[in-house]
């Protein structure tokens, strides 16, 4: 039910200061008010939405405080889950070369929403494969990915051919690279500083 919100709100479904009418949505998927309110409540909770009392949901406006806020939060989860995904990968980057490569067709075609699904699924993949359940857990809670395409959308801020930006983390990984963690978590602060320059 989350992630039918969410791809409402990256959508364009719903816009900042919109209503979210839970009885509507409910109506819609012919399920009860429940599941919808339960929705709404973790997005509350990632700073997606605002609840009033009598009042209802509204989407909230985004802006780059908030961004940063969680560009900060993710690059200490990265740092550690790179750190912890090194030797259990042991070299074997396939998954993340495929990645790459998506990466680079939907920066061909530009695909600018291509690039963000495959950019967020390259760190979807190191995430999980830190092994650590907890960090894995809250690094899911954050909404990478809805953080992501929201903000090229609400804040228009520029996605360039980001495929090399991310090679160099490969690489990082093939070779075992003793300075992967600060690479990582550079790299991740990188899109926040873009985005409060764009």
């Known amino acids: 039910m989350r992630t039918f919100v969410l791809e409402g709100l990256v959508a364009g479904r719903w816009e900042p200061g919109d209503r979210i009418v839970e009885r509507r949505i409910a109506l819609e998927l012919g399920i009860s008010q429940a599941p919808v309110r339960e929705a709404l409540r973790e997005l509350e909770t990632m700073d ?22 969680v560009y900060l939060v993710r690059a200490s989860l990265e740092r550690r889950a790179v750190m912890l995904a090194a030797p259990r990968l042991a070299g074997n980057v396939t998954a993340l070369e495929r990645r790459l490569l998506a990466m680079r067709r939907a920066a061909a075609e530009a695909d600018t929403d291509g690039q963000a ?81 764009a």
């Open 117 to 197: 699904l495959h950019g967020v699924a390259f760190h979807r993949t190191i995430v999980h494969a830190c092994g650590n359940p907890v960090l894995i857990r809250h690094w899911d809670w954050l909404g990478v990915e809805a953080w992501t395409r929201l903000s090229l959308r609400w804040l228009r801020t520029e996605l360039h051919d980001n495929a090399e930006d991310h090679e160099e983390i490969l690489e990082g990984l093939r070779r075992g690279d003793p300075h992967l963690g600060r690479l990582m978590e550079l790299h991740v602060m990188d899109y926040a500083h873009a985005s409060r320059s």
């Open 48 to 69: 997606l939405v605002t609840s009033t009392p009598n009042k209802g949901v509204r989407v909230r406006e985004l802006n780059l405080d908030q961004l940063r806020d």
